[in-house]
């Protein structure tokens, strides 16, 4: 078995840090999702293990929902991280959401790892029963 892991001489306490832009495209990751739509709506559930809310952003710009978020490993107060192999990952995927649904009134919550976004139909793309005169 070979490992070709090199390991070089640091200072002590020295970490060696990757730029944001380097890191998410070597860990990004497509979050695992359920949808459910019915007449009402739709909601989807994305699995967003070890995100908080303040490394969460949800947009939706042009018929297309974009979840981004950055998950955190936890690490003691009183560690020193002489060297790390575990990355936290990025998670970031794409929808396009169908013009009968209104983006307007997106609501989102987490809780426990778990993104839920409900995204209300429009009044007009509801079915709706219509009246026929006998005559």
């Known amino acids: ?5 090199q390991i070089a001489q640091r200072e ?28 009402h709506k739709v909601t989807l559930w994305a699995d967003l293990l070890g995100v908080s809310g303040d490394k969460l952003e949800v947009k939706v710009h042009d018929g297309s929902l974009t979840i981004d978020a950055e998950s955190v490993v936890p690490v003691p107060a009183n560690l020193q991280l002489g060297h790390t192999e575990v990355r936290a990952p990025y ?9 009968d649904f209104d983006t307007s009134k997106v ?5 426990d790892g778990v993104l839920a976004l409900t995204i209300p139909r429009r009044e007009e793309a509801k079915p709706r029963r219509i009246e026929v005169s006998a005559g």
Do not use: C, H, W, Y
Not at 91 to 99: A, D, K, L, N
């Open 107 to 111: 609501e989102a919550s987490l809780k």
């Open 1 to 5: 078995m070979s490992d070709n892991t």
């Open 91 to 99: 998670f970031s995927r794409t929808f396009t959401v169908s013009e």
């Open 12 to 39: 002590p306490g020295a970490v060696t840090r990757q730029d944001g832009a380097e890191a998410r495209r070597r860990a990004t990751l497509t979050p695992s999702v359920d949808i459910i739509e019915d007449l």
